[in-house]
């Protein structure tokens, strides 16, 4: 069934200017206008008419460019890394669309804040025993430094997951360790579970990342010695100064009520070692200004100079999804970071902060573009925050994704196309209308009476609408591809080209002169003297060099 609606005429009017959109078939279907565009687009592109704009556009950039040439070789105070789970390119630039929408305008020349880091480079997010990823084999990399094998946390690739026997002896530490180590006060902030993939390979050694509470463990494993990653996360690095998102239901004993939804029983405590966690986070801390908060006004109630260690769980599983938010009682990220740096930045030896836009992922396991979007939006905003609140030159920032996804966007669609919108054509196989966003794979494959499901009719801009998949999938898969890397701050310039995704955390130690990169870091008015090793020939020419100009390796 064609769109009964849908113009013949093959017309669509967009920019003022009549576009001819069909390809040479008299009678293909075409989607009306109103249908497609987000915004009236008359007289919208006059000033990207003249070839003006874009060149004194491009002399703006070129001149900001020339700035960078002077690199920042400072040290860096501060680490702040920002993760968006299963944030692919294609979802940067979707979230970018969407971004600019939300504020009026078109959409695809919006900045975000990640767009405006200087240095952008590419990482390879293979894990050592898989060539698509999983989010816990990839957070071992860029935290702790090393590959490993998917479903394992804060252990090498000699450790195989599920096995218990394997962990001791292949522990890996993370850089908020190393950070740690160095006197630094450090933070956890994530819209998932404090005890899911990405946060817990910054605390835990564990060969299996569903082990949140040995409720979910195996009894040999239990046997064998290991420990489940909430308890892990108070017990490994026990100061931990900030942790906040959700997973309530892991630090409780098993059938205790949860404090928001003591009728649901699904979100109970599950602990069957009896062990009160928060309790006993609690009472540990009660002399060292330590607070545990559970919901925004608790949170927002508290003055960060009094707080030296801050337990924020917010829900019993993940937080809720950004678009379904209760604003009144449920921190959103950009909340929850404000509050963390306000905490951690009043340590003179500076913070090393992991912030990760978790459900950035699940919402494309689900097929749900518009959720997972707007939780990228979201953390885009936190980076914002982040950036009032910090400066580049005491503050290497890093903002980059674990691994991608099966989604993206085309369909050839006009400029402002509302970024959830129908593509302009019909298909020219089956007659029938498409959205721009698809899914390689995922819940969104629907066949109906042995054909595609025509989508006429379906709300397509629902919070929950599930596009259109090519494989029947009950959860959509990971992306294999590179994923972007956005640096700004000291020695952010390391961030270049195309590197291994472990490289990451070895770049912000050596910036913040932490873990086993200190040689370099005699201090010279807060910068990091950079010290190659080279060849004796080289060597010379170098001194050679410095004699006439000391500061070249400055």
């Given at each position: 069934g064609q769109d009964s609606s849908?113009?013949?005429?093959?017309?669509?009017?967009?920019?003022?200017?009549?576009?001819?959109?069909?390809?040479?078939?008299?009678?293909?279907?075409?989607?009306p206008a109103h249908h497609l565009l987000l915004f009236d687009l008359e007289g919208f592109g006059?000033?990207?008419?003249?070839?003006?704009?874009?060149?004194?556009?491009?002399?703006?950039?070129?001149?900001?460019?020339?700035?960078?040439?002077?690199?920042?070789?400072?040290?860096?105070?501060?680490?702040?890394?920002?993760?968006?789970?299963?944030?692919?390119?294609?979802?940067?630039?979707?979230?970018?669309?969407?971004?600019?929408?939300?504020s009026g305008q078109s959409g695809e020349e919006t900045l975000l804040e990640m767009d405006k880091f200087p240095f952008v480079s590419l990482a390879k997010t293979y894990n050592t025993n898989a060539q698509v990823p999983d989010s816990a084999g990839t957070a071992t990399a860029y935290l702790c430094g090393v590959k490993a094998n998917e479903g394992t946390v804060g252990v090498n690739a000699a450790a195989v997951r599920s096995q218990c026997n394997t962990t001791k002896g292949n522990e890996v530490t993370s850089i908020l360790r190393w950070a740690k180590d160095a006197g630094k006060s450090v933070g956890i902030v994530t819209t998932t579970r404090v005890n899911h993939a990405t946060p817990s390979a910054a605390y835990a050694h564990c060969v299996d990342r569903d082990w949140y509470s040995d409720n979910e463990m195996p009894a040999d494993a239990l046997e064998t010695g290991c420990k489940d990653i909430a308890r892990q996360l108070f017990e490994n690095i026990p100061d931990i100064n900030v942790i906040m998102g959700g997973g309530r239901r892991y630090m409780f004993p098993r059938n205790t009520p949860d404090a928001e939804y003591p009728d649901m029983a699904k979100h109970n405590g599950t602990r069957k070692d009896g062990r009160n966690l928060v309790k006993e986070w609690t009472d540990r801390m009660s002399n060292k200004k330590g607070h545990y908060v559970w919901n925004k006004q608790q949170l927002l109630s508290l003055n960060p100079s009094n707080v030296d260690y801050l337990l924020g769980l917010f829900e019993p599983m993940d937080l809720t999804y950004d678009l379904e938010r209760n604003d009144e009682t449920d921190p959103s990220l950009t909340e929850m970071v404000d509050v963390a740096i306000k905490i951690l930045r009043k340590n003179p030896n500076g913070f090393y902060l992991l912030v990760e836009g978790g459900r950035i992922d699940h919402g494309h396991h689900e097929g749900k573009a518009k959720q997972a979007l707007y939780e990228a939006v979201e953390m885009d905003r936190a980076i914002g925050r982040a950036d009032l609140m910090t400066s580049i030159h005491d503050t290497l920032t890093i903002v980059t994704a674990d691994h991608s996804h099966m989604f993206n966007f085309g369909g050839y669609t006009?400029?402002?196309?509302?970024?959830?919108?129908?593509?302009?054509?019909?298909?020219?196989?089956?007659?029938?209308?498409?959205?721009?966003?698809?899914?390689?794979?995922?819940?969104?494959?629907?066949?109906?009476?042995?054909?595609?499901?025509?989508?006429?009719?379906?709300?397509?801009?629902?919070?929950?609408?599930?596009?259109?998949?090519?494989?029947?999938?009950?959860?959509?898969?990971?992306g294999g591809e590179d994923v972007a890397v956005f640096a700004k701050g000291?020695?952010?310039?390391?961030?270049?080209?195309?590197?291994?995704?472990?490289?990451?955390?070895?770049?912000?130690?050596?910036?913040?002169?932490?873990?086993?990169?200190?040689?370099?870091?005699?201090?010279n008015g807060g910068a990091a003297g950079l010290r190659p090793i080279v060849s004796s020939i080289a060597a010379l020419l170098t001194v050679s060099r410095l004699l006439v100009n000391p500061l070249i390796l400055k």
């Open positions: 849908a113009s013949q005429s093959g017309i669509v009017r967009a920019s003022g200017v009549t576009r001819q959109l069909h390809r040479g078939r008299q009678h293909e279907g075409v989607i006059e000033q990207e008419k003249d070839p003006k704009f874009w060149t004194a556009w491009a002399q703006r950039t070129l001149k900001n460019a020339l700035t960078l040439q002077t690199l920042n070789t400072n040290i860096a105070k501060n680490l702040i890394l920002f993760l968006g789970d299963g944030m692919g390119v294609p979802t940067v630039t979707a979230a970018r669309i969407l971004k600019g929408q939300l006009a400029r402002g196309n509302t970024i959830f919108g129908l593509a302009p054509m019909l298909s020219d196989v089956d007659q029938k209308p498409y959205t721009s966003i698809i899914y390689g794979n995922g819940p969104g494959y629907k066949i109906v009476n042995g054909v595609r499901q025509n989508i006429t009719g379906v709300n397509y801009l629902d919070n929950n609408y599930q596009a259109q998949a090519a494989v029947p999938l009950v959860s959509e898969t990971h000291p020695l952010a310039h390391l961030l270049h080209g195309v590197h291994e995704q472990n490289y990451i955390p070895h770049v912000m130690a050596y910036a913040a002169c932490i873990g086993q990169n200190r040689e370099h870091c005699t201090t």
